[in-house]
């Protein structure tokens, strides 16, 4: 008897010490918790309350008692392994992968990012440092769907190394992160594979460059190359990026940009833990969202059109939006953001016919739009935002004297020869990113050298 009493005091103390530890522990995370996380709210929140009620039921023999007490222990071992969890992504960060370190803070974050860009006091105003390592900031896919990091060559720009190095080039490409590759090594991107084809083309492409970014850039690094062609890429809608330039002074002293270059300089890019397991837990939540996102918002809104492709499910709340009248049509043509868009370009030609060159104007289309056709059976509609906006482009580039290229059609006939059974890397689009893939780059650069070796 004496044995028993002595061994039930040693269970009920070794059970104080597991529950006070698990307490203190949950207690302490919750605390420091730095992010809004309903996976890690809810499982702190089950947690502490299973510990209380533990802590109720201490001395208590009863079969409910004995089945909180179990799911106390599974909590122990589950607070363990995020112990040691947390020790090992702080002993080896780098193991952890990108997709999981985007979500992961740290307290020099500001001064990394800082470090990769330079400020200008004239357009382009804002741009990678040269000889950089550049990182996406944000989930977009896993690091094989998405190639988050990058270096610079010597001007700061996205090329072979040994492109910076010449004097002279046959092709300036301008852009924002269509014309840059955003998710695509340097070597698979279009400009680079125009090079490989006997075109050397210098990529001045930048993630979020407004068209009077283009110009500036073309102006300081394009200009001097004395190429022959000028390629501008246009990516669907991006005139509106001009109004955060009428402001010039203003901009620069801010520093408030747009788009990519403005995630890798700016704090709040995304929600980020100090922790491994929250930032765990977030990059969790950006996957599932993903999908569930846009069912949530179909049958909220009611659906307008019928996926009949499989493989183009989970990109269906964007193309029924791109079947749409979209609300900006009316600035087509009309906004100061659209004719500030077209001076920028007219700028360049101007430039460009004082060096002989060629001027040819790209028309990116975006996935939505391309895929509207195989993903519903029917032909995009002629008063969709994109078919509107390519039209005017194709207009303003007669008058001017510029090629148009309008990339939507090459792209979309792609995509009608896909399968059932294709893979994803046949898809001229990124898997989870909306920029192009591998292939997409491919399909581009094959349309454009016939035309640039002539």
């Known amino acids: 008897m004496q044995k028993t009493k002595k061994g039930l005091k ?4 070794a059970r104080s010490l597991v529950l006070s530890f698990s307490v203190f522990i949950l207690l302490l995370y919750w605390l420091l918790l730095d992010v809004v996380s309903v996976i890690a709210t809810t499982a702190i929140s089950v947690s502490v309350i299973v510990s209380i009620l533990s802590l109720f039921f201490l001395h208590s023999r009863k079969k409910f008692a004995q089945k909180v007490e179990n799911l106390q222990l599974a909590i122990f071992s589950l607070l363990i392994c995020i112990f040691v969890l947390e020790v090992f992504a702080a002993l080896a960060p780098g193991m952890i992968p990108l997709g999981i370190r985007n979500f992961i ?23 990678f440092k040269a000889n950089t390592l550049v990182r996406s900031q944000g989930f977009r896919g896993t690091d094989e769907q998405f190639a988050y990091e990058w270096l610079t060559d010597a001007k700061g720009f996205k090329n072979h190394p040994s492109l910076a190095a010449l ?11 269509f014309t840059e590759g955003m998710g695509v090594s340097t070597e698979n991107i279009w400009p680079s ?7 050397t083309t210098y990529n001045l492409g930048v993630q979020g460059y407004a068209p009077k970014q283009m110009e500036g850039s073309f102006r300081l690094y394009g200009f001097p190359l004395r190429p022959k062609v000028v390629l501008i890429g246009y990516t669907a809608g991006t005139f509106d990026r001009e109004a955060s330039f009428f402001d010039e002074v203003l901009a620069m002293n801010s520093k408030e940009f747009t788009g990519g270059i403005q995630s890798s300089v700016s704090r709040e890019v995304r929600v980020q833990s100090k922790f491994f397991v929250p930032a765990l837990f977030l990059f969790v939540e950006s996957r599932f969202s993903f999908g569930k ?3 949530f918002v179909k049958q909220a809104e009611g659906k307008n059109v019928e996926i009949i492709f499989p493989l183009f499910e989970r990109y269906e709340q964007e193309i029924e939006k791109a079947g749409r009248d979209d609300s900006r049509l009316k600035d087509l043509g009309e906004s100061r953001e659209w004719t500030s868009t077209l001076d920028s370009f007219s700028r360049i030609q101007e430039m460009a016919d004082s060096l002989d060159a060629e001027v040819v104007l790209l028309y990116f289309p975006h996935r939505s739009s391309v895929y509207f056709e195989k993903a519903t059976g029917t032909m995009l509609p002629e008063d969709s935002f994109e078919k509107r906006e ?47 893939s591998e292939k997409g780059h491919e399909i581009v650069a094959d349309e454009l050298l016939p035309l640039l070796q002539e």
Not at 117 to 123: G, K, M, N
Not at 167 to 177: E, N, R
Not at 193 to 199: A, C, H, I, K, Y
Request: proline fraction near 2%; avoid cysteine.
């Open 193 to 199: 594979l125009l090079s490989d084809g006997g075109v």
């Open 10 to 13: 040693v269970n009920i103390k």
């Open 390 to 436: 390519s039209s005017l482009l194709a207009e303003y580039a007669m008058q001017e004297g510029m090629e148009f290229i309008d990339l939507s059609d090459v792209l979309g006939d792609e995509v009608m020869m896909l399968s059932e059974s294709s893979d994803v890397s046949d898809f001229p689009f990124l898997e989870i990113d909306g920029h192009l």
């Open 293 to 295: 996102v846009a069912a």
């Open 105 to 127: 803070a740290t307290e020099d974050i500001a001064e990394v990012r800082e470090s990769s860009v330079e400020y200008l006091d004239e357009s382009p105003y804002v741009k």
């Open 167 to 177: 004097k002279q080039v046959d092709v300036v490409a301008v852009g924002d992160s």
